[in-house]
């Protein structure tokens, strides 16, 4: 019985035939399949496709559906378009060695199975689209929507293979800030959503599921813990330097993920709200105070609403050396010898800064309850915005 060819047997069998390395981009110039690459110049060529290719511009393939064009960190390549019956989806292309034209033989080749390449390619693209729907749908109900739908949900997702199967899970929500206005915002998060499910594809057999929500967030569902140091180098690319990603504690199995997904909002939330003290990827642990501080409506917060203490801060228009010092003593548990030392000055040179401060703010710095309620709310003040960050 005949059946239609896979993409990927059908790209390998063209490749043994025309004696090249092959490699086929979407529309959006994302690299969606490839032949074996067997030698190390093969390999480095796809890697560098496989990481960049979607930040290069388009090239033209010319009136005869092909033209040979320099690709940035390929060289010299064949690209021949990719039609389905309708409309151009892709490309194929393949690197060229040396100053030489491939033979006409290679070409023809080529040419004569873009069309089969580009109908099987526009119903991958087709799938995968389905598939980002379907897993939408779905993590929308397993961590944001009512609780009764959460077990079905929970079994779809496994079922259908959009997450692999496992004891625990964790998960990752990202974004930009959310008081910026660039219309671009939410398409970097689509980005970086997209840029880690295809890390973890490419170099993990695990099934990580991903999409994004209506109010511009991303979330992620990884059926293990998330290593911090590889999220951060992800989003450390140009295209995505823009967005944050808090991560949720691991739980014990899916029907537990929006625990982890509510907790990863909060420490997303803190990533935002006072940039400087956070990294681009934060855990929920690392959060510490700022993840519950997160749950105030700090947007909605004025001076009015801090306490006494603080608001004497505030008015008393401090330099910002005296800030500093007093946000220091604060921080380091009113010890003379660690402030000085965090602040890099002489302790004699702390001790006039701290009584300038008394005498400013006329509060009892001595008083443990006046430093913990000062602690807390310049704090708060300064995750309200309420109170400039350092120059």
């Given at each position: 019985?005949?059946r ?8 390998q ?7 090249r390395?092959?490699?086929?981009l ?5 690299v969606v399949a490839?032949?074996i690459?067997?030698s190390?110049d093969d390999?480095r060529?796809?890697?560098a496709a ?6 290069w511009?388009v090239p ?8 040979i064009?320099?690709v940035p ?9 990719l039609?389905d019956?309708r409309h151009r ?15 006409a033989?290679v070409v ?12 099987l390619l526009?119903?991958?693209t087709l ?13 929308t ?13 929970a079994?779809a ?11 625990q899970?964790c998960?990752?929500?990202?974004g ?10 939410t ?11 295809d890390f973890?594809?490419?170099s993990s057999?695990a099934?990580v599921?991903?999409?994004t929500f209506?109010d511009?967030?991303?979330v992620?569902v990884?059926p ?5 140091p ?7 690319r140009?295209?995505?330097?823009t967005?944050?990603?808090?991560i949720?504690?691991v ?5 537990d993920?929006?625990?982890s ?5 909060r420490?997303?939330r803190?990533l ?10 934060s855990t929920w642990?690392?959060?510490g105070?700022d993840g519950l501080l ?10 009015d ?7 004497r801060?505030l008015?008393a228009g401090l330099?910002?050396e005296?800030?500093?010092?007093l946000?220091?003593?604060l ?14 000055i002489?302790?004699?040179?702390f001790?006039?800064?701290l009584?300038r401060l008394?005498e ?14 000062l602690?807390?709310?310049l704090r708060v003040?300064?995750?309200?915005r ?6």
């Amino acid at each position: 019985m005949d059946r239609t060819p896979d993409l990927d047997d059908l790209l390998q069998d063209l490749s043994e035939r025309a004696g090249r390395r092959l490699i086929v981009l979407d529309s959006a110039m994302r690299v969606v399949a490839w032949s074996i690459h067997e030698s190390d110049d093969d390999r480095r060529r796809l890697s560098a496709a496989l990481a960049h290719s979607d930040s290069w511009d388009v090239p033209a393939a010319g009136p005869e559906g092909f033209a040979i064009e320099d690709v940035p960190e390929l060289g010299r390549c064949l690209v021949i378009a990719l039609h389905d019956h309708r409309h151009r989806v892709g490309l194929l292309l393949t690197v060229l060695e040396g100053p030489r034209s491939p033979s006409a033989d290679v070409v023809r080749t080529l040419v004569g199975e873009a069309p089969v390449l580009g109908v099987l390619l526009s119903l991958r693209t087709l799938y995968a689209a389905r598939d980002r729907d379907r897993a939408r749908t779905l993590l929308t109900a397993l961590v944001a929507g009512d609780p009764a739908r959460r077990p079905g949900a929970a079994e779809a997702l496994v079922g259908e293979g959009l997450l692999g199967a496992s004891r625990q899970y964790c998960a990752v929500v990202l974004g930009t800030d959310p008081l910026a206005a660039a219309p671009d915002e939410t398409g970097r998060t689509v980005l970086a959503v997209h840029r880690t499910l295809d890390f973890v594809a490419r170099s993990s057999t695990a099934s990580v599921v991903g999409s994004t929500f209506d109010d511009g967030t991303g979330v992620l569902v990884f059926p293990r813990p998330v290593v911090v140091p590889r999220l951060a180098r992800i989003l450390a690319r140009p295209d995505v330097a823009t967005v944050r990603a808090g991560i949720g504690p691991v739980v014990d199995g899916l029907l537990d993920v929006h625990r982890s997904y509510r907790l990863a909002r909060r420490t997303w939330r803190t990533l935002w709200l006072d940039p400087l003290a956070h990294g681009p990827v934060s855990t929920w642990d690392d959060a510490g105070l700022d993840g519950l501080l997160a749950m105030l409506p700090l947007e909605r917060l004025t001076a009015d609403d801090l306490p006494l203490q603080v608001r004497r801060v505030l008015a008393a228009g401090l330099r910002p050396e005296l800030l500093r010092t007093l946000e220091t003593y604060l921080d380091c548990g009113a010890d003379a010898q660690r402030t000085a030392a965090a602040l890099h000055i002489h302790r004699s040179t702390f001790y006039y800064r701290l009584d300038r401060l008394k005498e400013r703010l006329d509060l009892d710095l001595d008083d443990g309850r006046t430093r913990s309620e000062l602690h807390v709310g310049l704090r708060v003040a300064r995750l309200a915005r309420l109170w400039p960050p350092e120059p």
